[in-house]
């Protein structure tokens, strides 16, 4: 019983895959490492440098190592920048993702767990999202994992195969020092990297309807992640019901200016974050309701708020002055 992780030699993915070992699953990684890195993926995991697109490589991989399960991470996850690249994006989540069900079904796999988005609500009528609340994606990235959890419905319909998709918003934090966030675009590392280059972080806004003037999401620790995807795979391979989709979340959310007044406290840097105008588009306040994952997948949010960024900023310092670029370097 054997479980590809697509994409697990990125920070999400690297994650998973140290849980799914740590659950006993055996695991093999495909990544292409435009955005991972190979020294993320634990010694003994097979790791197979090839992108999704790739068909003859997808088809190997699923024969060589016998798979029986598929836990579908590999993507395109930036979504102001797809708004710049729409090709782009749908040809990695889009195409890639066709290719790779399409090999699924042919060797006759039938357990599939899908990385969504909470991208896929878009701006919701409601600032807390439940999996009923309409999906209304707002950018290529949205759309393009709407789009992804479709194809598993259709697919579902037609052959019988078991599915579910997790929705999260904003994932911080470090399950361990030799796996972070390389993202250039995400807060956590921007702010790090800002404050031991010697600059000011900012804060985008602090005028809106939300207790302290900021914006207020979801933040969730990246192991509290892993291991909810871990419980949905377990749950395929035990045969018992499971929704299409779940939300991730916390239910209450954490503002921008708590997220800085913890990094202070944290990392010991006195600072005070400037002040920028509002960003065009950025709601005031959007989480999302956990309460059908804690039932099925025992999700809850382990680690605080401190955890969250110590864990990520004691990741960030190990790597020191070799902190890489994502792929940049193996």
Same mark, same amino acid.
């Given at each position: 019983?054997?479980?590809?992780?697509?994409?697990?030699?990125?920070?999400?993915?690297?994650? %998973? =895959?140290?849980?799914?070992?740590? $659950?006993?699953?055996? /695991?093999?990684?495909? @990544?292409?490492?435009?955005? !991972?890195? #190979?020294?993320?993926?634990?010694?003994?995991?097979?790791?197979?440098?090839?992108?999704?697109?790739?068909?003859?490589?997808?088809?190997?991989?699923?024969?060589?190592?016998?798979?029986?399960?598929?836990?579908?991470?590999?993507?395109?996850?930036?979504?102001?920048?797809?708004?710049?690249?729409?090709?782009?994006?749908?040809?990695?989540?889009?195409?890639?993702?066709?290719?790779?069900?399409?090999?699924?079904?042919?060797?006759?796999?039938?357990? %599939? =767990?899908?990385?969504?988005?909470? $991208?896929?609500?878009? /701006?919701?009528?409601? @600032?807390?999202?439940?999996? !009923?609340? #309409?999906?209304?994606?707002?950018?290529?990235?949205?759309?393009?994992?709407?789009?992804?959890?479709?194809?598993?419905?259709?697919?579902?319909?037609?052959?019988?195969?078991?599915?579910?998709?997790?929705?999260?918003?904003?994932?911080?934090?470090?399950?361990?020092?030799?796996?972070?966030?390389?993202?250039?675009?995400?807060?956590?590392?921007?702010?790090?990297?800002?404050?031991?280059?010697?600059?000011?972080?900012?804060?985008?806004?602090?005028?809106?309807?939300?207790?302290?003037?900021?914006?207020?999401?979801?933040?969730?620790?990246?192991?509290?992640?892993?291991?909810?995807?871990?419980?949905?795979?377990?749950?395929?391979?035990?045969?018992?019901?499971?929704?299409?989709?779940?939300?991730?979340?916390?239910?209450?959310?954490?503002?921008?200016?708590?997220?800085?007044?913890?990094?202070?406290?944290?990392?010991?840097?006195?600072?005070?974050?400037?002040?920028?105008?509002?960003?065009?588009?950025?709601?005031?306040?959007?989480?999302?309701?956990?309460?059908?994952?804690?039932?099925?997948?025992?999700?809850?949010?382990?680690?605080?708020?401190?955890?969250?960024?110590?864990?990520?900023?004691?990741?960030?310092?190990?790597?020191?002055?070799?902190?890489?670029?994502?792929?940049?370097?193996?």
């Amino acid at each position: 019983m054997t479980w590809l992780v697509t994409g697990g030699a990125g920070y999400i993915g690297a994650h %998973v =895959v140290r849980a799914l070992r740590g $659950a006993g699953l055996d /695991t093999v990684v495909i @990544d292409d490492l435009s955005t !991972g890195l #190979a020294r993320f993926v634990p010694d003994g995991v097979p790791l197979v440098h090839a992108t999704l697109l790739d068909a003859d490589a997808v088809r190997s991989t699923l024969d060589t190592y016998g798979v029986s399960g598929v836990i579908h991470i590999a993507g395109y996850k930036y979504a102001g920048e797809s708004v710049q690249r729409p090709l782009h994006t749908y040809e990695q989540n889009v195409s890639a993702m066709v290719t790779l069900l399409a090999a699924t079904t042919a060797a006759g796999i039938d357990k %599939v =767990v899908f990385s969504s988005s909470a $991208a896929t609500y878009g /701006t919701p009528e409601t @600032d807390v999202v439940d999996e !009923g609340t #309409a999906t209304r994606p707002e950018s290529p990235y949205g759309e393009s994992k709407l789009i992804g959890e479709w194809l598993l419905r259709d697919i579902g319909a037609a052959s019988g195969l078991r599915h579910t998709s997790l929705r999260y918003f904003n994932v911080v934090g470090s399950g361990s020092d030799d796996v972070f966030d390389v993202s250039p675009f995400n807060l956590f590392p921007k702010v790090f990297d800002m404050l031991l280059r010697g600059q000011t972080p900012r804060i985008n806004g602090a005028d809106y309807p939300t207790p302290d003037g900021t914006c207020v999401r979801d933040y969730v620790h990246v192991a509290d992640i892993a291991a909810a995807h871990v419980a949905a795979a377990r749950r395929l391979d035990a045969g018992q019901p499971i929704e299409r989709v779940y939300n991730l979340g916390s239910g209450s959310g954490t503002s921008v200016r708590e997220i800085m007044t913890a990094m202070r406290a944290v990392t010991g840097v006195d600072f005070e974050p400037e002040v920028a105008p509002r960003r065009p588009g950025d709601p005031a306040r959007i989480v999302a309701n956990g309460d059908l994952a804690a039932r099925d997948l025992d999700w809850r949010m382990r680690h605080s708020l401190t955890d969250m960024v110590a864990s990520a900023w004691s990741a960030r310092q190990a790597a020191g002055a070799s902190y890489p670029t994502a792929g940049t370097a193996p």
